[in-house]
């Protein structure tokens, strides 16, 4: 089953932060009730994946500006049909960021969620209103490489974690910093 390893992500995912476990629940229904949960045409919503990218001594975040919301958000995206959301979440830091050395926190080889969140999307023009249930890791960047934004964003830009509150990032972004700041 292609939904099998997202669902054993979140098993552990929720077994290290049990006050997560109403998310956890969220993401875990919708991935069990729609084959085509990594799917944009899923209703009513699909899985998402994102990564937020910090300095190697953790005391950064690299951010987007991301040109459609209008706000300072971490690089993220569809999944497109690919069920493995830490590929995912790569993949659109790469695409997002210019940048190519990013490695996955922890252990070599352990790809583990540093979050999760269920956020509503508006409807727009040939899209109804929809969930992302985003499932998101922390990538450290290569301190040799500079940062470019894609198309879809008008910037991306470090920012101290301490700053962020300061920016107006949404609550989800400093759940994140927050955790970061826990482990450093």
């Known amino acids: 089953m292609h939904r099998k390893p997202l669902l054993e992500l979140l098993d552990g995912y929720g077994a290290r932060h049990p006050e997560d476990a109403a998310t956890v629940a969220r993401v875990r229904a919708l991935v069990e009730a729609h084959p085509e949960c990594f799917e944009r045409r899923c209703a009513p919503g699909h899985v998402t994946g994102s990564a937020f990218v910090i300095s190697p001594d953790g005391r950064r975040s690299l951010l987007v500006?991301?040109?459609?919301?209008?706000?300072?958000l971490q690089p993220g995206g569809h999944a497109d049909g690919d069920p493995d959301v830490a590929a995912v979440a790569l993949r659109e830091a790469h695409e997002e960021t210019g940048l190519e050395r990013l490695a996955f926190a922890g252990a070599p080889g352990a790809r583990l969620p540093l979050d999760l969140d269920v956020h509503r999307i508006p409807a727009r023009a040939g899209e109804p209103e929809h969930e992302h249930h985003d499932v998101r890791f922390l990538l450290i960047a290569d301190p040799g490489e500079v940062p470019r934004a894609s198309a879809e964003s008008n910037a991306v830009r470090w920012f101290d974690l301490e700053s962020l509150p300061?920016?107006?990032v949404d609550a989800s972004v400093l759940r994140m910093a927050e955790k970061v700041r826990r482990r450093w």
Request: net charge positive.
């Open 166 to 168: 300061g920016l107006g």
């Open 65 to 72: 500006h991301h040109r459609k919301l209008g706000a300072w």
